[in-house]
């Protein structure tokens, strides 16, 4: 004796996923500005490139801080720790490593990413502004 389930819809569902999560990966990989994800330390959780000089895969796990001049480090603290406190966004413009290491300056987005109603993380969108 056997059982015969149609498993068609769940298969059209996981490959609907699948090309979701494609689309998905693709448009943030190819976006023209620094996508990144934080925790409430500063840690980056993701980034879809950094710096010419420097490998995305290599900043995970590091502070954003480690990546700002002194003068800026607090200023940019404290707008992040606001967006995780309120849930609002928030912008700022700073100095911070840019190609080869040399500084460059950055504005910067930052939106909350919720779960269960709680700020679990941060996503910073920088756009190198330099040349303004």
Request: aromatic share 10%.
């Amino acid at each position: 004796m056997g059982i015969a389930r149609d498993i068609t819809e769940h298969k059209n569902a996981q490959e609907r996923l699948r090309e979701s999560e494609e689309k998905f990966r693709s448009l943030v990989e190819s976006a023209p500005d620094y996508i990144t994800l934080l925790g409430r330390d500063g840690t980056f959780l993701f980034a879809n490139r950094f710096a010419d000089g420097y490998d995305a895969d290599s900043v995970l796990g590091t502070k954003l801080y480690e990546y700002l001049p002194g003068e800026g480090r607090e200023r940019v603290r404290a707008t992040i720790d606001e967006v995780f406190r309120t849930g609002r966004t928030a912008t700022y413009e700073t100095r911070g490593v840019g190609d080869g290491g040399a500084l460059s300056w950055y504005r910067c987005a930052v939106g909350p990413v919720q779960k269960d109603g709680r700020v679990e993380s941060v996503m910073v969108i920088s756009n190198d502004i330099s040349d303004r």
